[in-house]
């Protein structure tokens, strides 16, 4: 671990193409960091435990982030991914608490296992082009609402900023902090999620009507009210 590491520059004109596994892991006194021109990927764990990085800029051609290459980066606010990213990969910002916003880009296909899980999200809008979302990809506390971009041919979204299938026979994912007063399982829904409403503390009463065949594992878990 570079414990000591504040500051990383990297040369005009730097031919790198790729930051591999646990390259500044546990950097914790880092606090900025622009990534140069030329990298196409970030491979896993590479800038986990950085827990004082607050500003990260990616550069465009950057098309992969691996498992957990950010997780734990606690400071981290924002961040604007950019138009060549194809796949986040499982945990990838997991546990990035103060983590509010984030840009996804239209060439972003896969959003794996815990991408975002326990990060400050509020609002997330998957753009046209995803095609997978990993188990509990946006399990954060404070998340009201996940968009769907209308032209997606994977998923979709409610008024409340529900996620399912294109279909909206199943019901994939609902966000921690929905409301859900009067909400009523749509009659074309027959399969509920594994982890559907997981943690969603504002969960009183739910009719599961008759026409639903399915519902995944821990469907109802942790709903503390």
């Known amino acids: 671990t570079c414990t000591g590491l504040t500051s ?4 005009e004109g730097s031919q790198l193409k790729t930051i ?17 021109e030329g990298v196409t990927s970030i491979e896993n764990w590479a800038f986990s435990f950085c827990a004082n990085l607050a500003k990260l800029t990616l550069p465009k051609g950057v098309t992969s ?8 980066c ?3 606010t924002e961040l604007a991914l950019p138009e060549s990213v194809v796949s986040i990969g499982d945990g ?9 916003s984030v840009t996804f880009p239209e060439t972003l296909t896969s959003i794996g296992a815990k991408a975002f899980d326990g990060c400050g999200l509020r609002e997330a809008m998957l753009p046209k082009n995803v095609a997978s979302v990993g188990a509990n990809a946006f399990q954060c ?14 998923f979709s979204s409610d008024g409340r900023g529900l996620l399912y299938n294109k279909a909206q026979t199943e019901l994939i994912r609902v966000p921690a902090a929905a409301s859900l007063d009067g909400y009523a399982i749509p009659e074309g829904v027959t399969s509920i999620s594994a982890d559907a ?7 009183t009463e739910l009719a599961i009507p008759a ?8 469907a109802f878990s942790n709903c503390s009210n």
């Not at 990383?8 to 040369?11: E, G, H, K, N, P």
């Not at 506390?141 to 996940?146: T, V």
């Not at 026409?211 to 821990?218: K, L, P, Q, S, Y």
């Open 92 to 100: 990838a910002f997991k546990e990035c608490t103060a983590l509010s």
């Open 211 to 218: 026409h639903v065949t399915e519902i995944g594992n821990r």
């Open 20 to 36: 591999g596994n646990e390259t500044f892991y546990a950097a914790n006194q880092l606090e900025s960091l622009t990534i140069p």
């Open 8 to 11: 990383v520059t990297f040369a």
């Open 141 to 154: 506390a404070h998340l009201m609402a996940i968009h769907v971009d209308p032209e997606n041919a994977a």
């Open 74 to 76: 606690t400071k981290l």
């Open 65 to 72: 982030i691996a498992e957990y290459a950010f997780y734990n």
């Open 197 to 203: 409403f997981r943690d969603c503390f504002a969960l």
